[in-house]
Structure formats: C-alpha cells, structure tokens
C-alpha cells in the first residue's frame, strides 16, 4: 500500500526542545512590573533548568543550561579562586548560580565571582537569601558556544561601569582572554597559562592550561 504524504508527515511526532533554544533570549517587560529580588528568585525556580538575568532596560534575558565542556571550565577557575579565599580569608566566592542585583537596576549572574568582606559586610545580613546587593570586585565570564560575544563584551563593560575593579572574559574558542580594569581598554591576552589577580585579589593565580584543552 502506498502511503499518502498526510500518513507520512504525521508517521513521525516532531518534539520541539526547549534546550535546543539559542540563547540568551530577550523579554522586554512592562514599566508596570515589579521585578523584586524575590520575584526574580521565584521566577527561576518556577521555571527550571532556566535561568534568567535582567538589563538595565529591563529586558529578562533567559540563560540555557551549560554544556558539559562550559561546566567544567567554569568549575576549574571556580577551584582556584575559592582555595585561593580560603586562605586569604578576605572575602565570598560567587558560583554560577549568584544573582548580583547592581546599582543600575540590572540583575547579573557571573559566571564565578570575588567580593571582598567590606563590601559583603555592607549587605543586610537578615536577608541572607536574598540577591548580592553589593557588585563583587573581580567578575569571570566565560564565553560557551551559544553566547554572542558582543553581549559578553557588554556585559563586562556593564560590570565594570556598576562597581567591579577586575574582570575576566574567557573565550576558549577563540583561545583568548579580555581583561578589564576601570578606566581602560579590555587588554587582549592570547592563550594565557595564568591570570593574575593583580591588586584586587593579592596572590591570586588562575591556572589555565586545561581551560585551553
């Protein structure tokens, strides 16, 4: 028996796949919303593995979970900079999942991130659950395959415009990294075994070898 093309287009169910999504995917939302820390939380929770990160335009940007190669990338910069505070003891460590609400409005998730203990301390320390409130000194992004880096670059400038004195963006494809200071151009680094934590996080050294791997 010959199949006719409507048994044939409906022999096989097409599943869309929300992780087949290219993100990050922008909302912009009405003046009217009030989008709370508390909102901010519950709306991730509600709609897990997303998260989601707010502009200064107020534009929900929806981050898709990480692949395994950006997981363990961002896991082994994550190593190095804890066991570095530990014991330096001067400040908090951020992971990936660390909303830092900035002076701007805008809602951000580093990738990993470094607060000192003077500007944790500034923070109402009955609202421990609550988003960061202060901007971490030293931010780390770390360019994945569904990432434009043109919206990474900006959000590094937006991070150093709201507070942050050091910043990393890894870009493992490109094999390069950008470092951003106050007041200066982004200085490219071409395949660095090491970064430095400079002034900002005295002592500190990133190793890199297997970032490039």
Known sequence: MVSTSIEAETAVAVVADP???LAPNRLKLPDCWELTDEALIELSRLNEPWDFELTADRELVFVSPEGRGSSTRGAEILTDVAIWNRAAQAGRVLGPQGGVRLPDSSMRMPD???ISDDRWSSQDAEQDESLVQSCPELIVE???VTDDIGD???KM???MRNGALLGWLID???E???VYRPGAEPEQLRRPATLSGEDVCVGLEVQLERIWK
Do not use: D, H, N
């Open 142 to 144: 770390i360019v994945s």
């Open 176 to 178: 390069i990294v950008l």
């Open 19 to 21: 992780y087949e999504l």
């Open 152 to 154: 990474q670059e900006a």
């Open 157 to 159: 400038v937006e991070w």
């Open 172 to 174: 493992p494809f490109r």
């Open 112 to 114: 990993v991130a470094w």
